[in-house]
């Protein structure tokens, strides 16, 4: 059964904490996405890549960056959180182009920053 | 700008009947049109999908309809089943390269039995 998979359903952390948040596809694709979710928001893109070391911003860049050394890998980076970054976020994954099925999303993880 | 937008929060239908979510959008650049279905705590799910070049597509209970000269879309359920009961995402995409996706801020649907 393909798969993105979010390393934490849960975390808490700290004001000032300097927090990686890890997600995994074994589907190949090559494009990856990062995406918060909030009550009355919906999602919105925080950053894409579309290749290993590539990376692009979403509307939603700031606070944040991003980690790909390998295709199967992309990785959030809070350098700082803040309270305001508390949030369910959610990885996914996609080939690009075409007929296309969408996204595959992961499970989420739900960042409690105190 | 909101490009995606589910004006309606909540929707509230009986068991058996038809429930029709309701989804706008302001860019006409989008080519591809999805629906997710979201259950709480979980990821987003891939529910059914159109081409801007189409106007209906039918999976099962579920079909979703685009009018592109009100560029507007909408997905129906016939029936409805309490299992149905989450929260609908719809979503665009601008570009098949990096194929990113815009979303609604969700439509959440409770079916009653």
């Known amino acids: 059964d393909v798969k993105v998979t979010q390393s934490s359903r849960y975390l808490v952390k700290r004001t000032g904490e300097k927090v990686f948040l890890e997600c995994v596809q074994d589907m190949d694709h090559e494009n990856m996405f990062w995406y918060r979710q909030d009550p009355g928001l919906g999602l919105r893109l925080i950053y894409f890549?579309?290749?290993?070391?590539?990376?692009e911003k979403g509307d939603i860049p700031e606070g944040y960056s991003v980690s790909r050394e390998k295709k199967e890998r992309f990785s959030l980076i809070l350098e700082s959180a803040s309270t305001n970054q508390t949030s369910m976020y959610l990885c996914?994954?996609?080939?690009?182009?075409?007929?296309?099925?969408?996204?595959?999303f992961g499970s989420g993880t739900r960042l409690t920053v105190v | 700008d909101q490009q995606v937008k589910q004006n309606s929060p909540s929707l509230s239908v009986q068991e058996g009947r038809i429930s029709i979510l309701n989804c706008d959008y302001t860019n006409s650049m989008f080519d591809y049109f999805l629906w997710y279905k979201k259950y709480p705590a979980e990821g987003p799910t891939f529910l059914i999908s159109i081409s801007s070049i189409k106007d209906k597509n039918e999976d099962g209970r579920f079909t979703v309809f685009l009018n592109k000269s009100a560029k507007h879309l909408s997905l129906h359920i016939v029936p409805s089943q309490p299992g149905d009961s989450a929260v609908y995402f719809c979503?665009?995409?601008?570009?098949?390269?990096?194929?990113?996706?815009?979303f609604g801020k969700g439509t959440m649907l409770l079916v009653s039995p």
């Open positions: 890549s579309y290749d290993v070391k590539m990376k």
């Open positions: 979503a665009a995409r601008k570009d098949s390269g990096y194929s990113t996706l815009t």
């Open positions: 996914a994954s996609s080939r690009p182009g075409g007929d296309w099925g969408g996204y595959t």
